[in-house]
């Protein structure tokens, strides 16, 4: 069935309270061969640690099994949310445990330094890598992008203005992978991610017009 959320809107920030224990995306294992075969027909598959909480320990299982089978390339944003896991050591195994099938992690920053107390961006970099692509998002700070080739801090362009931070990272992500997956470099797909995002967070809500 569907979920129910409240929004309040505290300056540029949104705090959620949402109802969705029977939510249809809890039940997506449900049909394993349906998500093998979309799985199988995709370019690249993006997985978020949001994903992983709502599903049953059987469910994630299940559905790293099949990423892991398929050979199909995987983003991961860990995004950890520890109010939809048991607790949190479950939340940091099962984070570990994906992000190592992934062939390019998305972490936050101040995330990463509350629940696996990394000292610094660098740090979360080495613990995810190496073998992958890993970008480092920072809030407002200079991001960290980890590749074989070496490590770089980059700064993008600030935007200029914050209305509501809803989607931040979201968007970001969309348009870093997006233009990876057209040919981009990783250093120009950071800069079109952080383009989309200032967008996204210059106007309410969490969808802007194209």
């Not at 700070?141 to 931040?168: C, F, K, V």
């Not at 969309?174 to 981009?184: E, K, P, R, S, Y």
Request: net charge negative; glycine share 10%; aromatic share 6%.
């Amino acid at each position: 069935t569907v979920g129910l959320y409240m929004i309040r809107l505290e300056g540029a920030e949104r705090h959620f309270t949402y109802w969705r224990g029977q939510s249809a995306a809890r039940a997506m294992m449900s049909d394993p061969a349906r998500i093998t075969c979309a799985i199988a027909d995709a370019d690249m598959v993006y997985l978020s640690g949001i994903t992983l909480a709502i599903l049953s320990a059987a469910d994630r299982a299940g559905l790293l099994s099949a990423l892991r089978q398929s050979g199909v390339p995987v983003a991961f944003d860990p995004n950890l949310r520890p109010v939809l896991w048991p607790d949190p050591a479950t939340m940091c195994a099962a984070i570990t445990e994906a992000a190592g099938l992934a062939q390019i992690v998305l972490p936050s920053f101040d995330d990463e330094a509350r629940f696996f107390g990394d000292a610094d961006p660098a740090a979360t970099a080495r613990r995810y890598g190496p073998g992958r692509t890993v970008l480092v998002k920072n809030g407002g700070g200079d991001m960290l992008l980890s590749t074989d080739e070496g490590t770089t801090r980059l700064a993008p362009a600030r935007p200029d203005r914050i209305i509501d931070t809803t989607a931040a990272g979201d968007s970001f992500n969309a348009g870093f992978l997006g233009a990876l997956l057209t040919g981009a470099s990783a250093d120009d797909a950071v800069r079109r991610g952080a383009t989309l995002a200032a967008r996204v967070i210059g106007a309410p809500g969490a969808l802007v017009a194209p």
